[in-house]
């Protein structure tokens, strides 16, 4: 790694989870928390990030449009309204299609003016070539 040192002293604190049996070493610059609080915020900020990666992938928010507090927890619970809203339209209508590419035809048509039902039922997705649109060729 070169010979970078940190300009700041850092402490190293050793966590064994007998659950895992995982021994992790954490570096941080907190002298008085306890070795078990350090880990058990290590352990939190871990699952921040899992939450994030679990957001991009399945609330479709690729960045934030904001960067205050406000702003993102704004743009999340939106996210996560429509998530739930397509969940529940899913289940009512007992629909075949999975979450994503449902959310996926309403990407695509969000200003059509077709009921919900006949998007995801009627139109036909999987094939292009019989949905009744002509794709122009280049060549």
């Excluded at 209508?93 to 009921?115: A, D, G, M, R």
């Excluded at 997705?125 to 649109?133: F, L, R, V």
Aim: charged share 20%.
């Amino acid at each position: 790694m070169g010979n970078f040192s940190y300009p700041d002293i850092l402490r190293r604190v050793k966590f064994h989870d007998a659950a895992t049996t995982q021994t992790l070493v954490f570096l941080t610059n907190n002298f008085f928390l306890p070795a078990l609080t350090i880990a058990q915020l290590y352990r939190s900020r871990w699952q921040v990030e899992l939450f994030f990666k679990w957001i991009k992938q399945h609330l479709r928010i690729k960045r934030f449009f904001g960067t205050s507090e406000n702003a993102v927890k704004t743009q999340v619970w939106i996210a996560v309204c429509v998530y739930v809203l397509v969940a529940i339209m899913k289940k009512r209508l007992n629909l075949t299609e999975s979450l994503y590419t449902i959310l996926q035809i309403l990407s695509v048509t969000s200003f059509e003016k077709v009921p919900f039902y006949q998007l995801v039922t009627e139109m036909n997705y999987k094939n292009p070539d019989q949905s009744g649109y002509k794709q122009l060729k280049l060549f």
